[in-house]
């Protein structure tokens, strides 16, 4: 698993695996040598982080089935303890180590952002707005998880790159305005609280996934946030009342397997391949496939405006894509022809 995980190292590896071979750095086989090495690395890090996407745009409707059964202090608790309970079994079945020491830090921040912060905040905020308002504003976390990761892990994003992430941000803006006529209300508060906790958890989850394989990222975390959860639920069951049906299992069951554990576990793996900042933009598509989803499991009405904001959003996507590849193809030949410079005796 950790090989897998390290796509984006063995990558930079793969372009210098021979430098003797190559005696000048701008000679053909050094510029073919870069441009094959990063695509498949791109190319498998794009789908782990699009299946994340997927995953992610299912999480608001699958929230609005649970709180048909359970309250949203039960809920939230009741998916983090069935997620650490999954994931702490990978873990000890696979036998996997204890975390470095170093890591631990960065661990209960992924937990505090990703399995505590952004749930509840979010699922509190479901309690008086719609599924496709709250995913919309949400759509605003592409660009606040790329400007945290670039102060973060380092990673410096071309100008092309950033200015199609402000572009696709204005588009969910100008969508959120039209959708709720202008008024901030109290779950807007929520939400954007729950953007800012959950940028954090995917800087910090992405850079850790450099270092360890992303199952383990999340696993970690959640069985770092198990005794709270755990806490949680006895106080807040009690208090709560439950109403078991099918949609409300459903809906618990999804949020806590698909969304918190698989979902992480595909997305972070992808951040690792793909970097960051080029990662979180996927996301944009993200607020419109909730509200599909939305439509489809909920009846929510969709709105004549969102085809027009899909389009514009998937544009941006395609941009912030294709500078990302480009700058990791300009960093590949750089870095070749660095190592195939002869030396000098």
Known sequence: MRAENSATRTSAIA?????????????????????????????SGTVLAGLGVVAFSLTFPATAWGLESFGPWSLVALRSV??????????LAARVPLPARRHWAGLVVVGGGVVVGFPLLT????????????????????????????????????????????????VVIAFTVQQSGGALTTGDLYLFGALLVCAA????????????PGWQVIGWALVLCLPL???????????????LNGHGVLGLVWVAAGSTFLGLYVWYRGMAAIGVARASQLQL??????????????????SAAAPVAAVAVLVCIAATQRAGRRAGREAGTVRSGRESRPVRS
């Open 15 to 43: 372009v210098v695996a021979d430098p003797a071979i190559t005696p000048h750095p701008t000679s053909a086989a050094t510029c073919m040598a870069a441009s094959a090495a990063v695509p498949p690395a791109g190319r």
């Open 82 to 91: 069935l997620a650490a309970l999954v994931a702490g079994g990978v873990l």
């Open 123 to 170: 699922t509190l905020a479901l309690q008086t707005s719609t599924t496709s308002h709250a995913a919309v504003v949400v759509g605003l976390l592409p660009l606040t998880t790329a400007v945290l990761g670039s102060l973060r892990t380092g990673e410096r994003p071309s100008r092309a790159f950033w200015i199609a992430a402000l572009a696709g941000a204005a």
């Open 201 to 212: 958890g995917y800087t910090e989850g992405g850079r850790l996934a450099r270092v360890m």
């Open 229 to 243: 959860a755990v806490a949680g639920s006895l106080v807040a069951l009690p208090l709560e009342p439950v109403h």
């Open 285 to 302: 598509a993200q607020p419109l496939l909730t509200l599909v989803w939305s439509f489809l499991l909920l009846g929510e009405e969709l």
